[in-house]
């Protein structure tokens, strides 16, 4: 089982030697420029390569796992930079198969993935948006299973 | 009273985003300055919106959301000031609202939380050609764009009518499903990408796996 991390919470668990992690918290991502070199100039690739470690690891990796926080309400900036920096793995053309638009796959297989979040919310409405936005990204992202797990106290979860 | 737009593209002034923006610049015949959250730090920029009685954000949709920059100055924005207030257009290359609905909930959740007066979020969908396409196909965007600035500059608020022709469908109805299906099927949607990558010289490797395992054991 080839696992990755990506994580931005200082609580990650510690990881099995020679995982690869992505340290959202340490490590600068750069944003997406809206280039779409991944599409037209260079397929497959970011016009960046800040990112090809991880892009290989991802690739390679049975199962990804996400620690992350709540950032206003939503997902980070960094993670968010993150999930735009994703779209290089897919192709620029768009299947209408599930009655909806979705971008066409470029891989054959994509890693599970399972997310771990904690931080607080200012609504019950705020936390159901956050979880159906992160199922959604990774629905369109192709991604075989997914889990979501809330690591709140149940306290702070029910309220 | 004041106001001020905020590019929110990653592409600054060379996008779609931009576009919209001239349009309903153009609509409003004001001159309203324009920000670009691109070339800023972001925890600059969120102090100064401080300083403006209504805020306008025109972003492209990204991955279902803002672009990572833009939640960069969400992360930066305080508790707005007296009677400020915020309104959002959101620019997206899929046909169908429905792709920018967990963006539409966050901005209204969003702006509430800050205590802004909302002015809601225009959509419009199938926009990413916008800067590619010729002008008469363009017309009805740019008119309802148009207006919209014209309903803002006359009455500080969004005009229903343009926001709705703007939104045009919210989901793709089965037969739109079908013909879009078909021209897949025959390569009509392809003949852009396949000219880009041509023009690029990359014809072979438009369907390329640069990160493909070597082996899956």
Redesign the interface.
Known sequence: MRTVIVSEREDTPAAEKGTFILDLSSREVRDCTGCWSCWQRTPGRCASHDLDDFYRAFMQADKVIFYIGVSCDFVSGKLKTLFDRMIPHFLPYTTYRTGESMHVTRYDHYPEIEVYYKGDFSSREARILYEEYLGRVFYHFHIPKVLIHSENEKKERTA | MSTLIING???GKN?NTEIFIRQFLSGAGEEYPVRYA?KED?ETLAEMLRQYDTLLIFM?L????????V?????QMRPCGEGQKIGFVVQAG???G??AR?LV??LD??AG?LGYENLGTVTNGDAAGTSMLPEFMNRKRFKHLNALGAGFAGKGQFDREAAALLAGIY??T?QK?KM??AM?KIGV??IM?KK??RD?G?LE?????????DS?G
């Open positions: 593209s990653p592409r996008g691109v972001p492209p990204y991955v279902h959301a803002m672009p990572g920059i939640m960069k100055l969400f992360e899929f046909i169908e429905a792709q967990f909930r966050y959740q969003f939380r989901e793709l089965p499903v879009l299906e897949n949607s392809h990408w880009f990558w690029n990359q490797h438009g369907l390329d796996r640069p990160f493909q395992p899956f």
